[in-house]
């Protein structure tokens, strides 16, 4: 394993979640603690399962890990810590100004930027702790997914940038002037984040063209921020001797093996390391030490139960229930990865093929719509929310009208003002409401941004509903944004997972925060389901075997609705293969 | 030296520009600001949603929260006195308040208080 020799100090994991990233973190940490070193694991997951890893219950504060000598492990709760944070500046003021002040100070603290700010201000406290530096050889961070990671490592950044360009320094820092007394902190941590000799960062990624994608991208936005030393962990490849005999597993050891061939250029350079794809989930000390070899446990597949699955609804029974409304907002959610983009390609081209209006379109950046249809069709449009776009068009607009008036000192401050990242996300928040007014004659079919990008979106539909509310005459008819999401007869959310355990913990999250916005999702979709296939290949069963639980957990505990989407032999592209993932 | 606070209500930014519909009141002052402490102004702004505690500290900042509310904001104190309050001043409430030599804008073009030696 070439990430694995001469280890600095720092390691970070990064990757989106399902990758492998905390069997691959927690498999380095036994490894080092075993060579005798102290070893620290640090978790920023919000969907954390170390604990469940080594079978011990860990939380926010240091704990030794009891079955490894060594080793220390802690879990730091996003959600948790955005909690302390908001407290740390309201709690002083509590029971001292009234209520509906310090309401309105909560409120403007529970937006999604003050949880990656508290998150980042947790992490960053680790890297320069000089106590912690001294009393561990090695700290090792099983980091957050990596929309997440690169803006909780952004921000140093541009903060310092924005401090430089901004010494007035009253400016649209928004949470993050609560952490000015800081300021050395962050530098620190910056600092030690872009040494080489003190920090290795370690892209985790599967052998699929989106995911190494992505990871193309976390690698090019981290060493433009200075963080240059990575190494790169292919996991999960399908060994070669299963494609022997099964057209399902050699379906995915050929696109594996192509899309190994095709990854990005930037990425080929580095050091690379490939581990093999396992029966099981990695779960305890022993099955984590096998995780850099090639040896792997049989275990014995109960046969019976995959047939139990069977039963479960597919995508065209969904679809059925949704052409019957004739027009609506159908929206997938869901993490990176999880195959948003495709479904909402499938759905839309259906309903299309029925004869039903349809815009199918997308505020994710890096989806491609036309690459997945490959075509066109009657009674289907195809659009995109491009942010740069929506942030140039609003930028230009706010200064056009609200800056008309100004002297070049005022306009130049705006200006500024208007580079803040908020803005992005209002002005594509802007463009998806004039999309979504459509609703009401046709069907819009969108398949949206990450989750993080999406909760800021409804967040700021959230704002907008309140502001509305506030000003309009309340005798007075009007629809906002959010009263359009949060109605069932316009709103189909589709909550789009794999059967694998983080997935289903990160999309049973995505759930909860949809529903503290009041907005109860429809239906949930589980992607490239191995036990909805008739393979024959020994491991792709087990791992089928393995699916059960999450796909039983859905049906169970999660979902109002349940369809399973196969795994398919052919990469669902173009017309004519979506409609096979909508076939009954 | 005049000193101006300004109490602002839980946002952002003071420009306002992070909210789904730019204020121009919000813009206009914010430019304002800067422009007074071009002129070497003491004028400092608050915001509720990031220094509650400077408003829990001032005794008149305080009780008009209490008594109005937060919905009342913003409050402008000037050398400790409530001089405003509900909207934002205007450039030549600014100027008059600091003692400036008022500089001609197009606010102030049709206004003839000013245009002699000194400013009113």
Same mark, same amino acid.
């Given at each position: 394993m070439r990430f694995l020799d001469h280890v600095p100090a720092f390691l970070f994991f990064t990757g989106k979640g399902g990758v492998g990233k905390t069997s691959l973190s927690c498999a380095t940490a036994i490894r080092l603690a075993r060579q005798?070193?102290?070893?620290?694991?640090?978790?920023?997951?919000?969907?954390?399962?170390?604990?469940?890893?080594?079978?011990?219950?860990i939380g926010n504060s240091i704990t030794v890990i009891a079955n490894v000598a060594g080793l220390s492990a802690l879990e730091i709760?996003?959600?948790?810590?955005?909690?302390?944070?908001?407290?740390? =500046?309201?709690?002083?003021?509590?029971?001292?100004?009234? #209520?509906?002040?310090?309401?309105?100070?909560?409120?403007?603290?529970?937006?999604?930027?003050?949880?990656?700010?508290?998150?980042? #201000?947790?992490?960053?406290?680790?890297?320069?702790? %000089?106590?912690?530096? /001294?009393?561990?050889?090695?700290? &090792?961070?099983?980091?957050?997914?990596?929309?997440?990671? =690169?803006?909780?490592?952004?921000?140093?950044?541009?903060?310092?940038?924005?401090?430089?360009? !901004?010494?007035?320094? /009253?400016?649209?820092?928004?949470?993050?002037?609560?952490? #000015?007394?800081?300021?050395?902190?962050?530098?620190?941590?910056?600092?030690?984040?872009?040494?080489?000799?003190?920090?290795?960062l370690i892209l985790v990624s599967r052998a699929q063209k989106t995911t190494l994608d992505e990871v193309a991208r976390t690698h090019q936005e981290l060493a433009a921020i200075g963080l240059s030393r990575q190494y790169l962990v292919i996991n999960g490849v399908l060994p070669e001797r299963e494609a022997l005999h099964d057209a399902l597993a050699a379906a995915i050891y050929r696109h594996e093996q192509e899309a190994i061939v095709a990854m990005p250029a930037v990425l080929r350079d580095l050091p690379i390391d490939y581990l093999p794809l396992k029966a099981a989930n990695l779960v305890g000390v022993e099955a984590l030490s096998s995780l850099f070899s090639d040896r792997d446990e049989a275990i014995p597949v109960a046969a019976s139960t995959v047939a139990d699955v069977m039963d479960l609804p597919r995508l065209s029974t969904l679809v059925d229930e949704i052409a019957k409304t004739g027009h609506g907002l159908v929206m997938m959610m869901g993490k990176g990865g999880v195959g948003k983009t495709t479904l909402a390609a499938a759905v839309a081209v259906a309903l299309a093929k029925r004869g039903l209006p349809v815009h199918l379109t997308t505020s994710d950046p890096a989806a491609h719509l036309t690459d997945t249809l490959l075509g066109t069709l009657d009674n289907l449009d195809v659009s995109r929310i491009d942010p740069h776009t929506e942030i140039a068009r609003y930028r230009e607009h706010v200064l056009d009208t609200k800056g008309k008036d100004l002297d070049a000192q005022g306009r130049a401050m705006l200006e500024e003002d208007l580079?803040?990242?908020?803005?992005?996300? &209002?002005?594509?928040?802007?463009?998806?409401?004039?999309?979504?007014?459509?609703?009401?004659?046709?069907? &819009?079919?969108?398949?949206?941004?990450?989750? %993080?990008?999406?909760?800021?979106?409804?967040?700021?539909?959230?704002?907008?509903?309140?502001?509305?509310?506030?000003?309009?005459?309340?005798?007075?008819?009007?629809?906002?944004?959010?009263?359009?999401?949060?109605?069932?007869?316009?709103?189909?959310?589709?909550?789009?997972?794999? /059967?694998?355990?983080?997935?289903?913990?990160?999309?049973?999250?995505?759930?909860?925060?949809?529903?503290?916005?009041?907005?109860?999702?429809?239906?949930?979709?589980?992607? !490239?389901?191995?036990?909805?296939?008739?393979?024959?290949?020994?491991?792709?069963?087990?791992?089928?075997?393995?699916?059960?639980?999450?796909?039983?957990?859905?049906?169970?505990?999660?979902?109002?609705?349940? /369809?399973?989407?196969?795994?398919?032999?052919?990469?669902?592209?173009?017309?004519?293969?979506?409609? !096979?993932?909508?076939?009954? | 030296m005049t000193k101006i606070e300004v109490y602002d209500g839980a946002m952002c930014c003071s420009t306002g520009v992070c909210g789904v519909d730019v204020d121009q009141a919000l813009v206009n002052f914010a430019a304002d600001v800067e422009w007074a402490k071009q002129q070497g102004v003491k004028i400092e702004r608050f915001n509720l949603g990031q220094q509650p505690l400077q408003f829990a500290n001032n005794p008149r900042v305080k009780s008009f929260l209490e008594r109005s509310g937060e919905g009342s904001l913003p409050l402008i104190l000037v050398d400790s006195e409530v001089a405003l309050a509900g909207r934002y001043p205007s450039r030549a409430e600014l100027t008059r308040w600091a003692r400036l030599v008022a500089v001609p804008t197009v606010s102030q073009a049709e206004g003839s208080c000013c245009s002699g030696d000194s400013c009113c």
């Amino acid at each position: 394993m070439r990430f694995l020799d001469h280890v600095p100090a720092f390691l970070f994991f990064t990757g989106k979640g399902g990758v492998g990233k905390t069997s691959l973190s927690c498999a380095t940490a036994i490894r080092l603690a075993r060579q005798g070193k102290k070893v620290l694991l640090v978790s920023t997951d919000p969907a954390s399962n170390v604990g469940q890893v080594f079978s011990q219950t860990i939380g926010n504060s240091i704990t030794v890990i009891a079955n490894v000598a060594g080793l220390s492990a802690l879990e730091i709760d996003p959600q948790l810590a955005a909690q302390q944070y908001r407290e740390r =500046i309201v709690g002083p003021v509590r029971g001292l100004l009234p #209520d509906s002040a310090v309401k309105s100070i909560e409120e403007q603290l529970s937006g999604a930027c003050t949880t990656e700010i508290a998150a980042f #201000d947790e992490f960053t406290a680790l890297l320069t702790d %000089g106590a912690l530096i /001294a009393a561990y050889d090695h700290i &090792i961070f099983d980091t957050a997914p990596t929309g997440h990671t =690169i803006r909780l490592l952004q921000l140093p950044g541009a903060w310092s940038s924005f401090i430089e360009a !901004n010494p007035g320094g /009253a400016s649209c820092l928004g949470p993050l002037s609560g952490l #000015d007394k800081q300021r050395q902190q962050y530098a620190d941590a910056v600092k030690a984040l872009s040494d080489p000799d003190h920090t290795r960062l370690i892209l985790v990624s599967r052998a699929q063209k989106t995911t190494l994608d992505e990871v193309a991208r976390t690698h090019q936005e981290l060493a433009a921020i200075g963080l240059s030393r990575q190494y790169l962990v292919i996991n999960g490849v399908l060994p070669e001797r299963e494609a022997l005999h099964d057209a399902l597993a050699a379906a995915i050891y050929r696109h594996e093996q192509e899309a190994i061939v095709a990854m990005p250029a930037v990425l080929r350079d580095l050091p690379i390391d490939y581990l093999p794809l396992k029966a099981a989930n990695l779960v305890g000390v022993e099955a984590l030490s096998s995780l850099f070899s090639d040896r792997d446990e049989a275990i014995p597949v109960a046969a019976s139960t995959v047939a139990d699955v069977m039963d479960l609804p597919r995508l065209s029974t969904l679809v059925d229930e949704i052409a019957k409304t004739g027009h609506g907002l159908v929206m997938m959610m869901g993490k990176g990865g999880v195959g948003k983009t495709t479904l909402a390609a499938a759905v839309a081209v259906a309903l299309a093929k029925r004869g039903l209006p349809v815009h199918l379109t997308t505020s994710d950046p890096a989806a491609h719509l036309t690459d997945t249809l490959l075509g066109t069709l009657d009674n289907l449009d195809v659009s995109r929310i491009d942010p740069h776009t929506e942030i140039a068009r609003y930028r230009e607009h706010v200064l056009d009208t609200k800056g008309k008036d100004l002297d070049a000192q005022g306009r130049a401050m705006l200006e500024e003002d208007l580079r803040s990242p908020c803005t992005e996300e &209002i002005a594509v928040f802007q463009a998806f409401s004039r999309i979504i007014r459509e609703a009401g004659k046709k069907f &819009i079919v969108m398949d949206t941004a990450p989750t %993080g990008h999406t909760l800021l979106l409804l967040d700021a539909t959230g704002a907008f509903h309140r502001e509305a509310t506030r000003h309009i005459d309340p005798l007075l008819h009007h629809t906002t944004p959010m009263m359009r999401l949060q109605d069932p007869e316009r709103t189909k959310v589709m909550i789009v997972t794999l /059967a694998e355990t983080t997935p289903v913990l990160e999309a049973a999250g995505l759930q909860e925060e949809l529903r503290r916005a009041g907005i109860e999702p429809w239906a949930w979709l589980i992607n !490239n389901s191995l036990s909805a296939t008739s393979t024959s290949s020994r491991l792709l069963k087990q791992r089928a075997a393995f699916e059960l639980a999450q796909i039983e957990a859905v049906r169970t505990r999660h979902a109002e609705r349940v /369809a399973l989407v196969p795994m398919q032999i052919d990469e669902p592209v173009g017309i004519e293969r979506l409609l !096979n993932l909508v076939e009954p | 030296m005049t000193k101006i606070e300004v109490y602002d209500g839980a946002m952002c930014c003071s420009t306002g520009v992070c909210g789904v519909d730019v204020d121009q009141a919000l813009v206009n002052f914010a430019a304002d600001v800067e422009w007074a402490k071009q002129q070497g102004v003491k004028i400092e702004r608050f915001n509720l949603g990031q220094q509650p505690l400077q408003f829990a500290n001032n005794p008149r900042v305080k009780s008009f929260l209490e008594r109005s509310g937060e919905g009342s904001l913003p409050l402008i104190l000037v050398d400790s006195e409530v001089a405003l309050a509900g909207r934002y001043p205007s450039r030549a409430e600014l100027t008059r308040w600091a003692r400036l030599v008022a500089v001609p804008t197009v606010s102030q073009a049709e206004g003839s208080c000013c245009s002699g030696d000194s400013c009113c």
